[in-house]
Structures are given as structure tokens and as C-alpha cells.
């Protein structure tokens, strides 16, 4: 079931691909939850590849970011992990967190126009697609959670590029007064 705004949200405790302990319930700043494909998705470590050019920006703004992937730690360190990420990535091989937060598949968000785009942009960036675990028509998700644990905004893809754009988290950051002024 798909969480919508002003929704507890429901608890997150594991173990990134680095052994770390993610504990979303003891965090007390706003979180940005995002949930992705394989590890070696093309797309996926794009967007990922833009959150961490937008880290320092978003951080200093106070959100924290969490990524789940649907691959086992092994395969996160092989691909993603690779791009050195400054927050946690959290491997999901069970679909316990899909399954717990909602995240679907669906096999008509696989070959869009805008997947089409992202793919060749991604594999020009080289990022080169590899193994697939779990469900390839996996949607991404992105949760944007207040410090107080309540979802502030749910956003479910409808194509396996759709995310929540980096300007409407900015928006959001400046609307819910953690910030002044602009990014």
C-alpha cells in the first residue's frame, strides 16, 4: 500500500552495504527515502550520480538521504557503490522495504520516450547495465519525510526514470522553512 502525505512513516532499520546501521525512526532532521532498481541500473546510478553532485547543497539545507536498492550488498558495492556515496545505501535483496513502503512494479514504465533518453544519457555517462536482481519494471519511489516521521511528500514513479525532480526538494526545503533564500 502506497503511503501518501501526513502518513507515519513505517520503520526502516538496516544494515547499509557497508555494514552501517540505518535507523530512520532516530534521525532528526527531514530525510529524503529514495528507492531504486538493480545496483547496476544505468538510469538508477544517473540519478544517483545527481543526488550526489546536489548532497552538499541539500545537507547544508538539513535533509538527510537514504537510497535502498534491490540488490544484495555484494552487487551495491560492484556498481553503485563505486560512485563513493555520502549517505547511506541500504541493499533491499528481500523487497522487505518495497514491500513495507509501497514500491511496485510495473512493466508499462519500462520503454517510455523519457527512459529511452535517460538510457542512452546514462550509458553515454558510462554506466553500463550488468546483473539484474529482483523485478526489472521495479518503479522508483521517493519519500520525502519530516523530522516529525510524517511523510511531507510521496512521490511513485510511473516509468523506471521517474523521480522526484531536485527542484521541487528544493522547493519543498525552502517551504517548510528549513531554509532562507534559495539553493
Not at 531504486?36 to 541500473?41: G, K, Q
Not at 563505486?82 to 510495473?106: C, K, M, S, T, W
Amino acid at each position: 500500500m502506497r503511503l501518501v502525505p501526513g502518513n507515519t512513516v513505517p520503520d526502516l532499520v538496516a544494515t547499509d552495504f557497508l555494514g552501517n546501521l540505518v535507523d530512520l525512526k532516530k534521525r532528526r532532521r527531514p530525510v529524503l527515502l529514495s528507492f531504486y532498481r538493480y545496483a547496476s541500473c544505468p538510469v538508477c546510478n544517473l540519478r544517483m550520480q545527481e543526488l550526489i553532485r546536489s548532497h552538499p547543497r541539500l545537507t547544508a539545507a538539513g535533509l538527510d538521504l537514504i537510497a535502498v536498492f534491490q540488490s544484495p550488498a555484494e552487487v551495491v558495492a560492484c556498481y553503485v557503490g563505486r560512485q563513493d556515496a555520502p549517505f547511506p545505501i541500504v541493499p533491499d535483496h528481500e523487497l522487505v522495504l518495497y514491500r513495507r513502503f509501497g514500491v511496485e512494479a510495473n512493466w508499462g514504465g519500462l520503454f517510455t520516450g523519457s527512459v529511452l533518453r535517460a538510457a542512452k544519457t546514462a550509458i553515454g555517462s558510462g554506466f553500463k547495465p550488468g546483473r539484474i536482481d529482483g523485478p526489472l519494471s521495479r518503479l522508483p519511489a521517493d519519500l520525502l519525510i519530516g523530522a516529525d516521521g510524517r511523510v511531507a511528500i510521496a512521490y511513485y514513479g510511473k516509468d523506471i526514470n521517474d523521480h522526484l525532480p531536485l527542484p521541487d526538494i528544493e522547493h519543498w526545503l525552502q517551504s517548510a522553512s528549513l531554509i532562507g533564500g534559495s539553493l
